[in-house]
């Protein structure tokens, strides 16, 4: 059964230090992982994606993430936090052959001046 | 990246009564949607995928008639709660996206707050 686990509920980081949000998966097959932001009373927003290649992945607003195979994981990190990041983080997987999205519990990011 | 759509946005509500509300793709063709509903400081729970011209699946534990759902074009799809009470109140999120690449696109939500 596909899961995701987001083991912090809360993170709590100094503005202009590196940020990590965490994210292991559980998959049967190929893992599309997947990590969004929302703010309060909002959608969520994209962040970025790993389907394949590389697996540092570069997205929105100068996150990345890393996706570590062995370790079944797909952390969040941005080396200098703003905050304006602080917002609910989630998650997310899908299997390549099934559309349906997983979405970890969420973690929300606490950026203090 | 694609626009997904939702209306309302927010609306009250007597208990007793149904709410519609709308999900569109605004600029790419979704044979399937999903909704989600979310509760205060909590993850979102898939309640159902939409299908374009056939019935919705639903999620175990998840009354089909009371949260009925209507994929009646490829851009459109709703999410009527009927006899809306109380503990429906929570926040309503669709998605849309292409099969491939894989890659959901939210909506912004509406928050049905029933009295």
């Known amino acids: 059964a596909q899961s995701v686990a987001q083991p912090e509920d809360q993170v709590n980081v100094a503005e202009g230090n590196p940020l990590t949000v965490k994210c292991t998966y559980s998959?049967?097959?190929?893992?599309?992982l997947f990590w969004y932001v929302q703010y309060p009373n909002r959608g969520l927003q994209f962040l970025l994606k790993?389907?394949?290649?590389?697996?540092l992945v570069k997205g929105s607003y100068g996150f990345e993430a890393e996706f570590n195979k062995s370790q079944t994981s797909f952390h969040l990190k941005k080396p200098s936090a703003l905050v304006s990041d602080s917002a609910l983080y989630f998650c997310?997987?899908?299997?390549?052959?099934?559309?349906?999205?997983?979405f970890g519990s969420g973690t929300k990011l606490n950026v203090k001046p | 990246g694609a626009v997904v759509s939702q209306h309302p946005s927010r609306v009250i509500c007597k208990s007793g009564t149904s709410v519609k509300i709308e999900c569109r793709s605004l600029d790419f063709q979704a044979t399937t949607m999903f909704w989600y509903r979310q509760f205060p400081k909590q993850s979102l729970m898939l309640m159902a995928t939409?299908?374009?011209?056939?019935?919705?699946?639903?999620e175990q534990g998840v009354e089909k008639d009371k949260f009925l759902i209507n994929h009646a074009s490829l851009t459109l799809s709703t999410l009527t709660v009927t006899s809306a009470h109380p503990e429906d109140s929570s926040f309503y999120i669709c998605?849309?996206?292409?099969?491939?690449?894989?890659?959901?696109?939210f909506g912004p939500g509406t928050r049905l707050t029933v009295l």
């Open positions: 939409s299908n374009e011209g056939s019935k919705a699946t639903y």
């Open positions: 997310a997987v899908r299997e390549d052959n099934f559309n349906k999205f997983y």
């Open positions: 998605s849309a996206g292409p099969r491939a690449p894989p890659q959901q696109f």
């Open positions: 998959v049967s097959g190929n893992p599309y």
């Open positions: 790993y389907i394949t290649g590389d697996n």
